[in-house]
């Protein structure tokens, strides 16, 4: 047998696992049965893990764990690297009525170099939408997982399920990073947008599938720079910049690239939606490219003329204006003859819209296009026939 040599390096190699600090949600009394309540056990293994002055990780083993909402709070953190480790399930209560009125779920608030790797969130949120489908008085739900006022995020590998409301939410935070996510809830699962984003800035999101009842990718006022690359999009609404506008004093969208997104029987493709009233929200400088569309309702579709149920703006003009906007190598089928639907503000129209090298099909039937108070150009082959 060959006896193993401690050089200096290997002696510091071990002593520096041997001081690592990791906390295993089970030791602070977490149960994976899914019945009991490890609410607490979470919340000490958390203040544990930022109270230590070196990295520190948090464990999850395999098992099912039921918590209530949670708020992990970094603003008094020691140390600024945290690494979650998922192997099992978080549940969410399953009456809807216990965090129906919370905002979210699982929020994390003012943290800094939190990572998450694996597991699966599920949100248990069937009950709400039943509720939701047959009458009123049901509460709005919670979000599932949501970051806060927060920078330097990294999200891997997590799985979301059947949330109340949106699965994930990014607000207000800078430099995060979104890789291989899978998100699922039905078709008709109402408001459960996949992705969030609203504030923030230097946020990607990568090599992920949503599947669910709203947008697959929203994104909200006050977002710049977000890089959106190889997603799956389906069953859902697309995905979407807006809707942009509701409020007069608005931040605006920019510098935003969607690229290599396959949308498969969702309702729109990529959209930018605004509301018919007057605002200071703006939207420029956004790439669409590399988009293959299934079988999409609205392929290309910008939207200002929002208004639902025509209250609070009916027979009012948007005032977002939206500029230098690129749809690149768009290609694929149509569910409807409308391929492509630029509906612009009367008062401030669209203005330097460019299509290149789009390919839209409507089964044997010839697609269109149709541009009201748009401007812009067309580069390469364009099916349908630009109106720009």
Known sequence: MTSLVLTPLLVFFYLSLASANNYDVVNF?????????????????????????????IYVPPGRYLLRKVEFIGSNCRNNQIT??????????SDYRVLGNADNWLLFEQVSGVSIYGGTLDGQGTGLWACKASGYGCPKGATTLEFSNSKNVLISGLRSLNSQMFHMVINGCNNVKVQGVSVSASANSPNTDGIHVASSAGVSIFNSRIATGDDCISIGPGTTNLWIENIACGPGHGISIGSLGKAYQEDGVQNVTVSTVTFTGTTNGVRIKTWAKPSTAFVTGVLFQHATMVNVQNPIIIDQNYCPNDEGCPNQASGV?????????IHGTSASPVAVNFDCSEENPCNRLILEDVNLSYGNQKSQASCVHAEGSASGFVKPSSCL
């Open 84 to 93: 979650i480790r998922i192997d099992g399930t978080l549940v969410a209560p």
């Open 29 to 57: 009394g977490a149960k994976g049965n899914g019945q009991k309540d490890s609410t607490n056990a979470f919340l000490n293994a958390w203040v544990a893990a930022c109270g230590s002055a070196q990295p520190a990780s």
């Open 321 to 329: 204006k939206i500029s230098d906007v690129t749809y690149q190598d």
